[in-house]
Every structure is written in C-alpha cells, then in structure tokens.
C-alpha cells in the first residue's frame, strides 16, 4: 500500500501496526511508539546474563550505587 494519505492518516514509513482480520473486514491501526525506556529493557533482556549484569551495575554506578559484579 502506498500513497499520501497513509501519512495524512498516521502510517509514515517504519510504523508499526496492528492488523485484526475479521469475516469481510480487515482492520489496519497504527502501534503508538512504545516509549524508549521500554523498547531499551527488550534490548537488554536480549543480552548475555554476563552483559545484563554488567549493565545493572553501570546503571548502579549512576544512580550512585555500589554493586559487585558476580
């Protein structure tokens, strides 16, 4: 699907979508970003347990706590 009214209606290149298949009806709705801290935790839960913690503890160092790493 192309044309400018898909940007007019929300779906600029890249959007993420949700598609609900009914009998005669196809529902398309444009997904609301999830906000950045979110989409940083589905990265992180992606790494290593050695890098996850070695994460935890930089974000320890930040806040101002002290953490060993095991």
């Keep these: 699907m192309k044309g400018q009214w898909l940007e007019a209606a929300g ?3 890249g959007t993420k979508i949700d598609i ?4 005669g009806c ?3 709705t444009a997904k609301q970003p999830e906000p950045e801290l979110v989409e ?4 992180l839960h992606k ?4 890098k996850q913690k070695q994460v935890q ?3 320890g ?3 101002g706590q002290k953490r060993k790493l095991a």
Excluded at 20 to 23: I, R, T
């Design 11 to 13: 779906f600029t290149t």
């Design 20 to 23: 609900k298949v009914m009998e």
């Design 26 to 28: 196809i529902v398309i």
């Design 40 to 43: 940083s935790l589905r990265q």
């Design 47 to 50: 790494l290593s347990a050695r």
């Design 57 to 59: 503890a930089l974000i």
């Design 61 to 63: 160092a930040i806040a």
